[in-house]
């Protein structure tokens, strides 16, 4: 069974600042991490893995430091790492991002056939959560977008049942491998990596890859160039008009309150 | 050619026999850049006897339906539904598709605009048509809502977009309003498709859930402790109100998760909404701002929440929740009225 799971390196945007003079963000001092779904993602991959044997990579686009993720990603127990990094990927939208790492798949497939391909609902940057299924569309195979539990693998009969969260409950779904598959970050509790984890992590040299590397590139569609959607333009919501502040005692300001809320919402509180 | 995309469609998404809420509310925004465009409103339908629901898509602003019926459709799966869709988009060639940023839209949009190789844009909160470029302007919070940011899809069709729920209108509904119906064939077979949907698990407590509730009574840090939030479903109980709360109180295990409100939680926007001890943190308040009577009571005048709220008490949320509990089952009982409850 090899499973690879597509991991994103991501500014932490529970600290990120946005400049309210000019719209921009301010990354300064904001460490980048990984995404946190894909954290889940590569905890899951190595659960498939110990029970029904085979081996986890990992596949990353970014800049050069984007290494970082696939070290720490071989510290939760993935065995290899990929990293593709040229300036000719950057500013990619997901059309162009699915597209890239499809290229970048098909390479390590070439290697070693893949059966599953593992990425999280959504990065905390871009949140858009169209990446997994656009790559999935552009390798032929099935996907199945927020998972929350994986029930079985079929290594024999090639295939995989998984929980799929939907809005008032969960689908039960079987589908053929190989396949990909989107997960919550419900789907486990990441366990802490053994020691021998940290220091395979700590000394571990990703493959990198350029666009020169990968075969059969059609260049127009990778990076800016390459993706249909740009930013128009980015601004600051108006903040909203003050709230009307009910005032007296206690007593006074929930009786007026009351009469308000009773008045203007009459058709709730109907006879 | 993108010329020859003309027209704006809406993804109409079936739950159990019914219209999923978002459609409606997509027609509503999908028939003001039509009229803006001056082009028809379609709906797309796909499902397993749902021709039926054509008509209610009429009432609700559609001139058109194209209908997928076929027993494959039953339950939504990625393949059969983007294949279904993307024939009918190249043979029918609209400028703009609109999809609720829903578990299936979300997941079928994606798919779809990886298969025609078009721009797609995420959880957009508002949508506009710059008229003389004839383009689609699609806005989307980015970055906890700090910030707002249009994407545009210049050069390829149709231009599409998720859309949170909650956030547009419906029409009011028509009655007898009528349009077209447009029936396609799926043209697969079930061997074809590489999954199956084995089970599907429906948890009724989540049905009832706070993107329906009419009242919503929520809670933020400022309630002190899990055991102080009695008193919100006290008055939820009054009122027939559903509670719900901010992160901070998701991660203090007060609160199920489920009932998070804000930009990573649900978007609601019902009639009436309380804000108790909530500092109106922009996350917070970009779920909740649509509601249409929003209330807060905090004992910090100097609260963002009053700046998203329409009427504010500065106060002890523990002196004033157990008087408005009372002040409420007074004046219902009086009035005899009851709640609407949902
Ligand atoms: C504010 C803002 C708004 C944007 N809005 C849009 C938009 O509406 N439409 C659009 O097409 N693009 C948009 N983009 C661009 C988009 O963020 C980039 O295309 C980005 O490369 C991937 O999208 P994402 O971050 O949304 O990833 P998601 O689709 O949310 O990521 C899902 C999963 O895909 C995998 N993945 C994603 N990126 C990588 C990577 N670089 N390496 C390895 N695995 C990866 C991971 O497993 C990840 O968990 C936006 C960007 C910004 C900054
Ligand atoms: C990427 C990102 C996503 C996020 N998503 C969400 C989200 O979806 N939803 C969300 O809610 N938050 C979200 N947050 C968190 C958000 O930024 C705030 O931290 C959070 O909303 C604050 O919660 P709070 O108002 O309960 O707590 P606090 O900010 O601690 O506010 C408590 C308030 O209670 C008042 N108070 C204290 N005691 C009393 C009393 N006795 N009576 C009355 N008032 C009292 C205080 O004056 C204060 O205003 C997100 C943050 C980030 C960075």
Redesign the pocket.
């Known amino acids: 069974m090899h499973i690879v ?6 500014p932490d945007t529970k600290i990120i600042k946005v400049n309210p003079k000019t719209n921009t963000l301010d990354r300064r001092g904001v460490p980048a991490i990984l ?1 946190p ?2 954290g889940h ?1 590569v905890e899951e991959a190595v659960r498939i893995k110990n029970k029904v044997g085979g081996k986890v990579s990992v ?4 800049p050069p430091q ?1 290494t970082e993720v696939i070290k720490k990603s071989i510290e939760i127990g993935a065995d290899a790492g990929y990293l593709i990094t040229d300036r000719r990927f950057a500013g ?6 699915s597209y890239a ?1 499809y290229n970048a798949l098909k390479k390590i497939a070439k290697e070693e056939p893949i059966d599953l391909v ?6 905390i ?8 299924p656009g ?1 999935a569309r552009r390798l032929n195979i099935p996907p199945v977008t927020k998972v929350i539990k994986v029930e079985e693998v079929n290594v024999e009969k090639k295939y995989i049942k998984v929980h799929r969260k939907i809005e008032d409950g969960y689908e039960v779904i079987q589908a053929q491998l190989p396949c990909l598959i ?1 997960v919550e970050k419900e789907i486990n509790e990441i366990s802490y990596s053994p020691l021998p984890n940290m220091i395979k992590a700590a000394r571990y040299k990703p493959v990198i890859w350029s666009v020169d590397d990968l075969e059969g590139v059609d260049i127009s569609q990778l990076g800016l160039k390459g ?1 249909p ?1 740009v ?1 128009g333009k980015m601004w600051a919501p108006k903040p909203p008009e003050k709230a009307k502040m009910i005032e007296g005692s206690s007593a006074e300001q929930v009786k007026q309150l009351v009469s308000t809320i009773l008045a203007e919402k009459s058709e709730l509180f109907q006879q | 050619m993108i010329e020859e995309y003309r027209g704006v469609w809406v993804f109409i998404e079936e739950r159990q026999g019914e219209i999923a809420g978002v459609s409606l509310e997509l027609l509503g925004a999908g028939r003001a850049l039509a009229d803006k465009l001056d082009v028809p409103l379609g709906g797309f339908l796909l499902g397993y006897n749902v021709k039926n629901l054509a008509q209610i898509c009429f009432e609700y602003g559609a001139d058109e339906v194209y209908v997928i019926d076929d027993p494959i459709l039953k339950n939504y799966r990625t393949e059969p539904f983007m294949h279904g869709v993307s024939n009918l988009v190249r043979k029918y060639k609209p400028e703009i598709i609109l999809y609720g940023a829903t578990s299936n839209g979300k997941d079928l949009a994606s798919a779809i605009a990886t298969d025609l190789s078009t ?5 957009t909160t508002m949508l506009d048509i710059d008229l003389e470029n004839r383009l689609f302007e ?1 806005s ?1 919070p ?2 906890g809502g700090n910030i707002m ?1 249009t ?1 545009l899809c210049k050069k390829h069709r149709p231009q599409m977009a998720t859309v949170r729920p909650k956030v547009m209108k419906a029409l009011p509904r028509q009655v007898g309003r009528t349009g077209t119906i447009i029936e396609e064939k799926l043209g697969l077979e079930e061997s074809s498709i590489r999954t199956k949907v084995l089970e599907i698990v429906r948890d009724a407590k989540k049905k009832a859930n706070l993107a329906d509730a009419h009242i919503i009574v929520a809670g933020g840090k400022g309630m002190g402790s899990e055991e102080n939030f009695q008193l919100l479903y006290e008055l939820a109980d009054v009122l027939g109100a559903s509670v719900g709360g901010t992160r901070d109180v998701v991660e203090a295990g007060w609160l199920d998760h489920s009932l998070q409100i804000g930009q990573t939680g649900e978007t609601v926007s019902p009639k009436i909404y309380f804000a108790f001890g909530i500092s109106g943190a922009i996350q917070h308040v970009v779920g909740m701002k649509n509601s249409e009577l929003i209330i807060a009571v905090n004992k910090d005048p100097n609260a963002p929440i009053f700046n998203a709220s329409h009427y504010g008490i500065v106060g002890d949320a523990m002196e004033i929740l157990p008087l408005l509990i009372q002040e409420f089952k007074a004046a219902l009982e009086k009035s005899g009225g009851v709640v609407e409850h949902v």
Do not use: E, P, W
């Open positions: 799971v597509c991991v994103k390196q991501v995404n779904y894909d993602a596949l990353s686009m970014g984007a990619a939208d997901t059309l162009a991002t790492l593992l990425c999280g609902l959504h990065a940057d871009g949140d858009t959560g169209q990446v997994g790559i989107t993706s959607t930013v | 721009g797609l844009t995420a959880d699609a989307r980015a970055f940011a994407i």
